[in-house]
C-alpha cells in the first residue's frame, strides 16, 4: 500500500471514530438527564 | 530531516482536524436527523389541512385557555375530538409545544385541541396535580362547546398527553371521563405518572426517606400528608385523586402508552402496577415498554414506531373518521 493510500485509509477511520464519539456523546447526555442505556435499541 | 517533522506535525494536525469536524457532524446528525418514520407524523401546516384558533379562555386564571384545531373538511355531521396535554413536569411547558402533534391530528379528520393549565410556580405555589386535573375537567365543556359554535359538532373524545400532559389525560380519562360532555373512548400517551406509591418512587430516593416522600407526595397531591402517613400507608387514600392507576375501574377506556425501562422522572416501577390494573379491568390497552430509553423515550424507535402505530390504529378502531 502505498503512503497515500494509507493516510487515506487512516483519515477514513478517524472520521468515522468522531462522527461515532459525536452521536454517542449526545446519546450519553441524553441518557444522563433522562435516563437510559449507551448500547442496545438504536444502532448509535 | 527538519522537513519529515514538519510534515508529521502537519498530518497529525489534520488528523485532529477531520476528527472534530466529524464528532461535530456526528452531534448534529443525532440531533437534528430524525427517522424516516417520523414524518408520518408531522404535516406542512397551511389553510388546506385546518384553522387554528389560539387563546380561547375557559376559566379566569391566566393559563386558562386552549388553541383549538378544526379540520379544513366541516361538511361532516359529527366529528371526533383529540385533545392533547403538554408536557412540563406540572411545572413547565406550553400548549404551543404540541402544535406539530395537534396539526398532523387535525390532518387526520380530528378537531384537536391544546389545553394549558395552571403551572407550579412561586407565584402559584397552590397549583399541583389534582388542581391541574380540575381545570382540565372544567376545560373539556369549553373546548366541546367552541368546536360546535364553529361549526363542529363533537360526539366523542380521546385524550392524551406526554409526561405531566398523560399523567392528566390518563386522569380525565379513568377519573372524570363519566361525567365527559361526550363520550371518552380512548386515552394514550407516554411516561406519565401513574400512581403514587412510596416504594416505586426510588429514582428520587423516596423509598427511603418518609419525610421527602411526605413533602413531595403534598406538593404534587395538595394534600397534607405527613410522613406517619406515609409509615402507615393512610397516604394512599390523599394521592388516590391524582393517581389514575387507582381509577380505571371507574371507567376502563381504551388505553395506549409507553414508558422507558430507565426512565429518572417518572417511576418505572409505577407504570408496571398501572399495567396490572389495565389489565385486571379487562382494559383494551397496549402497554410499550422501551428497554434501553428514559423519559425521552429516545433510544428505542422500533419500539417508538410501533407504539405510534398503535395510537393510529386505536384511533381508527374507537374514533373512525367517516
Known amino acids: 500500500m502505498k503512503v497515500k493510500d494509507k493516510r487515506l485509509v487512516v483519515t477514513g477511520i478517524i472520521a468515522a471514530a468522531g462522527f461515532i464519539f459525536g452521536r454517542l456523546a449526545v446519546r450519553g447526555i441524553l441518557n444522563l438527564l433522562l435516563g437510559g442505556t449507551m448500547f442496545g435499541g438504536n444502532i448509535l | ?322
Open chain 2, 1 to 322: 530531516m527538519k522537513k519529515e517533522r514538519k510534515d508529521r506535525i502537519m498530518t497529525i494536525r489534520f488528523g485532529i482536524l477531520i476528527f472534530v469536524f466529524s464528532f461535530l457532524l456526528g452531534i448534529a446528525s443525532k440531533l437534528f436527523i430524525k427517522p424516516a418514520w417520523s414524518k408520518n407524523y408531522s404535516v406542512k401546516w397551511d389553510d388546506s389541512i385546518g384553522t387554528m384558533i389560539s387563546d380561547i379562555a375557559y376559566g379566569a386564571g391566566e393559563k386558562n385557555t386552549f388553541d383549538l384545531y378544526l379540520p379544513q373538511n366541516n361538511t361532516r355531521e359529527n366529528y371526533g375530538l383529540v385533545v392533547y396535554l403538554h408536557a412540563g413536569g406540572f411545572a413547565s411547558g406550553d400548549k404551543a409545544d404540541d402544535a406539530e402533534t395537534l396539526e398532523w391530528l387535525c390532518s387526520k379528520g380530528y378537531v384537536a385541541a391544546g389545553i394549558n393549565y395552571t403551572l407550579f410556580s412561586e407565584e402559584h405555589s397552590d397549583a399541583n396535580v389534582y388542581t391541574q386535573s380540575l381545570e382540565i375537567k372544567e376545560a373539556i365543556p369549553f373546548v366541546v362547546e367552541a368546536a360546535k359554535q364553529a361549526g363542529y359538532n363533537i360526539d366523542k373524545m380521546a385524550v392524551a398527553g406526554g409526561s405531566a400532559g398523560h399523567t392528566l389525560a390518563m386522569i380525565y380519562a379513568y377519573r372524570d371521563g363519566k361525567e365527559a360532555p361526550v363520550p371518552v373512548v380512548f386515552t394514550y400517551g407516554g411516561v406519565g405518572p401513574s400512581s403514587f406509591y412510596q416504594e416505586d418512587w426510588g429514582i428520587f430516593g423516596l423509598n427511603q426517606d418518609d419525610e421527602a416522600c411526605a413533602v413531595m407526595f403534598s406538593v404534587m397531591s395538595g394534600n397534607k400528608i405527613s410522613p406517619e402517613e406515609i409509615r402507615s400507608g393512610e397516604y394512599l387514600k390523599k394521592v388516590k385523586p391524582i393517581a389514575a392507576s387507582e381509577w380505571i375501574s371507574n371507567n376502563p377506556v381504551p388505553t395506549v402508552v409507553a414508558y422507558g425501562k430507565h426512565d429518572k422522572m417518572q417511576p418505572f416501577a409505577a407504570s408496571i402496577k398501572f399495567e396490572t390494573a389495565l389489565k385486571e379491568n379487562s382494559v383494551d390497552y397496549k402497554y410499550y415498554v422501551l428497554p434501553h430509553s428514559g423519559h425521552g423515550l429516545q433510544n428505542d424507535n422500533k419500539i417508538s414506531r410501533q407504539w405510534m402505530e398503535s395510537i393510529e390504529e386505536y384511533l381508527e378502531k374507537y374514533m373512525p373518521v367517516k
